[in-house]
């Protein structure tokens, strides 16, 4: 079965980064794109881009260009979300999501979540 | 604030039927499909409807969801207490090239 699995919950200060990992599993992993999208505590959901898992091909979403960078290793099937100089309102858990455009009548669709990853930033 | 628009809240009584809209723009809804996500506390997000009206295996036909010009809404029928949950609706927004969500419906089954 699809499954995403993310490492665990971070405690940064501000200034610092951290790096958030995305294990997939149970399908081809190039085959499908692979989401960012977060969430502040007790907010809604926020997107942050995607990377093309078969050409590597990273696209941020206005306001965050600059600090994050979307990266793979194909080899262990995983994503990773760097986030550069935390704030205080990066404070979230961030999820990966899995574009099911192929299963999904070739329409983008997040159809399988990460169980999310909080990172606090917190000085 | 979100930039489509969802009530805050919704309620209902076991068995019947309750909608949530989402209100949108012509760069965002007017242009492009819309999907709907569930999110029980302290869970992940799960995907109820894709492509305006499009149900993934597994989620029960009592969820439906339609589109008309810039507003969408979802539709839960013979309503149950697992139904309680946020609701968010999402579309992708041309304009500013980035997937749009709305704040989010906290539905109470009562």
């Known amino acids: 079965q699809v499954q995403l699995v993310q490492s665990g919950s971070e405690l940064k200060k501000p200034g610092a980064s951290v790096k958030v990992s995305c294990k997939a599993s149970?399908?081809?992993?190039?085959?499908?794109?692979i989401n960012w999208v977060r969430q502040a505590p007790g907010q809604g959901l926020e997107w942050m881009g995607w990377?093309?898992?078969?050409?590597?091909?990273?696209t941020y979403a206005q306001g965050f260009t600059g600090r994050l960078v979307f990266s793979l290793d194909t080899s262990v099937t995983t994503a990773y979300l760097q986030i550069t100089s935390l704030k205080a309102e990066d404070t979230a858990v961030y999820y990966c999501?899995?574009?099911?455009?192929?299963?999904?009548?070739?329409?983008?669709?997040?159809?399988?979540w990460g169980q999310g990853a909080l990172v606090t930033v917190s000085s | 604030q979100s930039v489509l628009t969802q009530p805050p809240s919704a309620s209902g009584t076991p068995g019947q039927r309750v909608t949530i809209s989402c209100s949108g723009s012509?760069?965002?809804?007017?242009?492009?499909?819309v999907l709907w996500y569930q999110q029980l506390p302290g869970r992940a997000p799960k995907l109820l409807i894709y492509?305006?009206?499009q149900r993934p295996s597994g989620v029960p036909d009592r969820f439906s969801a339609s589109k008309s010009g810039t507003s969408a809404s979802l539709a839960i029928s013979g309503l149950r207490s697992e139904d309680e949950s946020i609701y968010y609706c999402?579309?992708?927004?041309?304009?500013?090239?980035?997937?749009?969500f709305g704040g989010g419906t906290e539905l109470t089954v009562l």
């Open positions: 492509n305006n009206h």
């Open positions: 149970g399908y081809m992993f190039t085959n499908f794109a």
């Open positions: 999501v899995r574009d099911g455009f192929k299963d999904c009548s070739r329409t983008s669709c997040f159809d399988y």
């Open positions: 999402t579309a992708w927004d041309g304009s500013l090239s980035t997937w749009v």
């Open positions: 990377i093309n898992t078969d050409t590597g091909k990273p």
């Open positions: 012509s760069s965002d809804i007017g242009r492009n499909y």
